[in-house]
C-alpha cells in the first residue's frame, strides 16, 4: 500500500512538472496503478506458488536422504544440538529420540536445517489479492485531486497534502504494530514519497525543458 | 528487476495507447523509474534499519526476562524441545545445559521463540542499493526503444519484444537458482509483463476515447 501511494503520487508530480492537461496526468496514474497492482499481486501469487513447489521438492528430497543415507542425516541433527551448546551425552539422547519418528525427523529438517516453514497456499492468494487491491486504493488517493481540477499544479499540491498525510498515517500505525517508534516511522514513509516526487518531478522537467 | 521491468513497460504500453508524441512516453517512463527506484530502495533501506531497532529491542527485553523471570524463559526452552519430541528427561537435561550461558540462552530466545534472524546492517544497505540500481536498469530496458522511434505504438512493438524476452530470461535464471522448473519460471514472469501491460494499454485506449 505504501509503494501504491508512493510511486503513482510520484508519477502525476513529475508529470505535473511537464505536461498542462491533467487529462493525460490520469490515464498515466491509472496505468501505472494496473500494471502496478497486477504485477504485484499476480507476481506475489505466482512467488508464493513457486515457494509451495520448492518447499515440496526440498520435502521429498529429505525424506529420499533420511531413507537413503540416515547416518549423514543424523550427524546433521547432532550438529544442530551440538550448535546450540549442549554437551556430547544430551546431543546424542536427542538425536536418538528425535530420528525414532521419520516424520517428525523430516520435519525437524525442513524447519532447522533448512530453515523452510510450510507455506500456506490459501494464505499466499489471499496476501496476493491484498497487496493488488491496497495498491489500486493507494494509488487512487493521490489521483484523486486530478479529477477536479484542470491544471496539474494546483492538483499537484492537493494530492501532495493529502498523499502525504496518508503516507504519514500509514507509516504511524505500521510502526506501531512492528514496536517501532511511530512517529519517526510515519515520518520516514513521508519523507521517501516526497523525495521519490520530487525527483520525478525535477527529471521530468528537465527532459521537457532539453 | 522483475518489477523494475514489468511495471515502465506496461506503463509505456498503456501510453502508447493513448498518445501520439512518444517524448511524453518517455519522460513519464523515467518519472516512474525514478519513483519506482526511490520508493524502492530507499524504502528497503528504511524497513532494513526498522528491522534492525526491532531485533534490538526485543534483544533488550529477553535479555531483561532473563534475568527478571528466568523461571518462566525456562519453560519456553523446555516447551521448544518438547515440541520437537524429546523424552521429558532429555528435555530438562537441554534446559539445563542451554541457559547456563545467559548470552547463548538469549541468543537461542531470538531465533527460535520469536524465529529472529540478526539482520545485517551491511547487507540491508547493500540489499537496498542493488534493489534501486536493478530497478533503474530494468526499466531503461523497455524504455529504450522510445528514444527512437516517433510513434508510439512501433515503441511499443519493439519495446513488448525486447522486454518480454529479457523477463523470460530473468524468470528462466532466477527459477534456475531457487530449483523450481526454468522454462515454466520465465514463462510465468514474462506472462505477468504480458497481462500487466495489457491491461494499462487497455485502460488508457478506455480512458482516451471517452
Known amino acids: 500500500m505504501s509503494d501504491g501511494l508512493t510511486v503513482p503520487f510520484a508519477l502525476a508530480a513529475g508529470l505535473s512538472g511537464a505536461v498542462d492537461s491533467t487529462n493525460l496526468i490520469i490515464i498515466a496514474g491509472l496505468a501505472e496503478i494496473a500494471a502496478g497492482s497486477i504485477a504485484m499481486g499476480l507476481g506475489g501469487y505466482l512467488a508464493g506458488k513457486t515457494e509451495i513447489d520448492h518447499y515440496n521438492s526440498e520435502l521429498k528430497r529429505e525424506h529420499?536422504?533420511?531413507?537413503?543415507?540416515?547416518?549423514?542425516?543424523?550427524?546433521?541433527?547432532?550438529?544442530?544440538?551440538?550448535?546450540?551448546?549442549?554437551?556430547?551425552?544430551?546431543?546424542?539422547?536427542?538425536?536418538?529420540?528425535?530420528?525414532?519418528?521419520?516424520?517428525?525427523?523430516?520435519?525437524?529438517?525442513?524447519?532447522?536445517?533448512?530453515?523452510?516453514?510450510?507455506?500456506?497456499?490459501?494464505?499466499?492468494?489471499?496476501?496476493?489479492?491484498?497487496?493488488?487491491?491496497?495498491y489500486i486504493v493507494g494509488g487512487i488517493i493521490p489521483l484523486s485531486p486530478y479529477f477536479f481540477f484542470k491544471d496539474g499544479i494546483t492538483g499537484l499540491k492537493i494530492s501532495a497534502i493529502i498523499t502525504l498525510i496518508c503516507l504519514f498515517i500509514f507509516g504511524y500505525f505500521k510502526s506501531r504494530i512492528t514496536g517501532v517508534s511511530p512517529v519517526g516511522g510515519g515520518l520516514r514513509v513521508m519523507l521517501i514519497g516526497a523525495i521519490a516526487a520530487a525527483c520525478a518531478f525535477t527529471i521530468a522537467r528537465l527532459i521537457e525543458g532539453l
Do not use: C
Open 64 to 134: 529420499e536422504e533420511v531413507e537413503l543415507v540416515p547416518q549423514r542425516e543424523k550427524e546433521e541433527v547432532k550438529d544442530f544440538f551440538a550448535n546450540l551448546g549442549l554437551s556430547e551425552e544430551v546431543q546424542h539422547q536427542a538425536v536418538n529420540e528425535m530420528t525414532k519418528d521419520k516424520d517428525k525427523w523430516v520435519d525437524f529438517m525442513m524447519k532447522y536445517e533448512l530453515g523452510l516453514d510450510k507455506p500456506d497456499e490459501k494464505r499466499a492468494r489471499k496476501s496476493a489479492f491484498n497487496i493488488g487491491i491496497s
